[in-house]
């Protein structure tokens, strides 16, 4: 069992089915038509071959952690599944083809996104002016899992829309700065700049607290477009959870806490809102 869990999670089975269910509560909070089906497998198949490229290029290095090497004794393992899912990507994409600058968005702020890891000095470069990484990051996962199938549905875009984008960006990059924070050290080691590497501690406690204010104003907002409470308040819960665990975060650097538990803290509202 506990094989068969690491599996799940190292694979990253586990975060595209997170991916999946971010897409579900747009779809259901307003009401999108499109073909669903068809946008599912294309964002499950995408999480997976965009993260196992991203896993799969990650160098092998003393770590604590048992994802890396997890991550080094199978890395067959994750070229096959990247190789798989890739050509999976690539018929999906097809069949999506009349949204092809919608989806091209996407695709290409993903791949810059792990670029940087690249062996060869083309990509490697982009790793010294990634400063603003842990934003392009929480973009993309907006992007695709908010954004992107209120785009494809054709559906006239509103404040309510703007509001659930900015809220949804507000909680991932609260969760992003916590991975960050854990990631400083190895981050300096191979001269990756961002903002967390050479902000103090008081300085990424106020954008961490910022980007929670934001996410809640965000959320609260929707109140009056036409959200139920019971709805705002399922939204809001997820951010207390962040917030509370944002000083054990830095002090805790365990798998199950980061891709787990701070992963799965993306798509829970989305479990609550399904039963609504």
Request: some cysteine; charged content about 10%.
């Amino acid at each position: 069992m506990r094989f068969l869990f690491r599996f799940f999670i190292y694979s990253n089975l586990f975060i595209s089915f997170c991916a999946v269910l971010m897409v579900e509560q747009a779809n259901q909070l307003f009401l999108l038509h499109y073909n669903k089906t068809l946008f599912y497998g294309f964002v499950f198949v995408a999480t997976l071959c965009s993260y196992n490229f991203h896993w799969y290029l990650t160098p092998m290095i003393p770590s604590t952690s048992p994802r890396i090497a997890w991550n080094h004794r199978y890395r067959k393992l994750l070229l096959s599944i990247y190789i798989i899912t890739f050509l999976l990507s690539a018929f999906f994409a097809w069949q999506l083809r009349t949204h092809w600058f919608s989806l091209s968005i996407g695709v290409i702020a993903t791949f810059l996104y792990s670029a940087p890891k690249i062996p060869h000095k083309y990509f490697s470069w982009l790793s010294k002016i990634a400063v603003g990484k842990t934003l392009f990051l929480t973009f993309v996962w907006t992007y695709v899992t908010t954004a992107l199938p209120i785009i494809i549905s054709d559906t006239g875009w509103t404040m309510a829309h703007t509001l659930f984008c900015i809220s949804r960006y507000g909680l991932i990059y609260a969760i992003c700065i916590i991975f960050d924070y854990r990631d400083r050290e190895s981050d300096r080691e191979q001269g990756v700049k961002s903002m967390i590497t050479w902000m103090s501690d008081q300085k990424i406690t106020q954008i961490f607290l910022l980007s929670l204010m934001v996410f809640l104003l965000s959320t609260a907002a929707l109140y009056w477009e036409s959200f139920s409470m019971l709805t705002v308040i399922l939204l809001l819960i997820p951010g207390g959870i962040v917030l509370g665990l944002y000083n054990y975060g830095k002090k805790h650097f365990g798998d199950w806490l980061y891709y787990f538990v701070l992963d799965g803290l993306m798509m829970l509202s989305s479990l609550f809102t399904l039963f609504v």
